[in-house]
């Protein structure tokens, strides 16, 4: 049966799930981080589940109004800043992937906090992709790997990416059918599921019945049974 070992998720929705509940889209963002805990927590627990990449904030995000963002970065550092305990209590290590140069000097600070704090956690890494754009990152590691003598090989290129690891597992939440810019190169043989449901409205219900689906799928990697 097939491990679902690299979870990765576009968690989308917040701001439809608000509006339609009468809100404002922020308070989507915010019902939204409280499902990121559940859904870490409980990856956290499950045998098989080595690593969870979470779509947080991407390279293109910055193009929303100013006050929606500026919501979004403060959410972050009061979610980094809470959530200490629980990364530490479940032994989660906690790694950003982004070009995290763009974030302010307080937020960068936090991140890195977190990081060193849970540096030495082995269980469930979470992958938290903060102003993440796959273009941005293939751009940057081909930058840092250009100049090598023999060309560029796969390997080469894999391991100066940011995300070194390839996805089994790809969900998309909030009905659309696209990758929206996220681990481009990882996501190559993946399966990919996309839902419906709004992401405030994801549960470990809805990820263990997509985790019994994946199980199921015959995965073939280009070869036959
Ligand atoms: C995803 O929810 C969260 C982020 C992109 C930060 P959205 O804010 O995109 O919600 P919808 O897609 O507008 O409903
Ligand atoms: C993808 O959602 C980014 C995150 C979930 C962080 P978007 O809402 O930004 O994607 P598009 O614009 O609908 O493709
Ligand atoms: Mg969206």
Request: some cysteine; hydrophobic content about 40%; glycine content about 6%.
């Given at each position: 049966m097939n491990k679902a070992r690299h979870i990765a998720i576009i968690m989308?929705?917040?701001?439809?799930?608000?509006?339609?509940?009468?809100?404002?889209?922020?308070?989507?963002?915010?019902?939204?981080?409280?499902?990121?805990?559940?859904i870490t927590t409980f990856c956290s627990n499950a045998k098989d589940i080595e690593r969870l990449t979470l779509y947080a904030f991407s390279t293109e995000n910055w193009k929303r109004p100013r006050l929606e963002v500026e919501f979004l970065m403060k959410l972050l550092e009061k979610y980094l800043k809470n959530e200490l305990n629980t990364y530490i209590r479940n032994n989660i290590r906690f790694e950003p992937i982004g070009d995290l140069r763009a974030f302010?000097?307080?937020?960068?600070?936090?991140?890195?906090?977190?990081?060193?704090?849970?540096?030495?956690?082995?269980?469930?890494?979470?992958?938290?992709?903060?102003?993440?754009?796959?273009?941005?990152?293939i751009i940057r590691a081909v930058n840092k790997i250009k100049d090598c003598d023999d060309g560029i090989t796969e390997v080469m290129l894999s391991n100066a990416l940011d995300s070194k690891h390839s996805v089994d597992l790809l969900?998309?939440?909030?009905?659309d059918?696209?990758?929206?810019?996220?681990?481009?190169?990882?996501?190559?043989?993946?399966?990919?599921?996309?839902i419906d449901t709004l992401w405030p409205d994801f549960k470990v219900e809805s990820l263990e019945k997509i985790l019994k689906d994946f199980?199921?799928?015959?995965?073939?990697f280009g070869g036959i049974k």
């Amino acid at each position: 049966m097939n491990k679902a070992r690299h979870i990765a998720i576009i968690m989308d929705g917040n701001g439809r799930w608000a509006e339609l509940k009468g809100k404002k889209r922020v308070q989507g963002h915010e019902a939204g981080a409280k499902i990121v805990k559940e859904i870490t927590t409980f990856c956290s627990n499950a045998k098989d589940i080595e690593r969870l990449t979470l779509y947080a904030f991407s390279t293109e995000n910055w193009k929303r109004p100013r006050l929606e963002v500026e919501f979004l970065m403060k959410l972050l550092e009061k979610y980094l800043k809470n959530e200490l305990n629980t990364y530490i209590r479940n032994n989660i290590r906690f790694e950003p992937i982004g070009d995290l140069r763009a974030f302010s000097k307080s937020l960068q600070k936090t991140i890195q906090t977190i990081q060193e704090k849970t540096a030495h956690c082995d269980g469930l890494v979470q992958a938290l992709a903060l102003n993440y754009g796959a273009q941005d990152e293939i751009i940057r590691a081909v930058n840092k790997i250009k100049d090598c003598d023999d060309g560029i090989t796969e390997v080469m290129l894999s391991n100066a990416l940011d995300s070194k690891h390839s996805v089994d597992l790809l969900i998309r939440t909030g009905g659309d059918h696209r990758l929206s810019n996220f681990l481009l190169w990882q996501v190559a043989y993946a399966e990919i599921f996309f839902i419906d449901t709004l992401w405030p409205d994801f549960k470990v219900e809805s990820l263990e019945k997509i985790l019994k689906d994946f199980k199921k799928i015959e995965r073939r990697f280009g070869g036959i049974k």
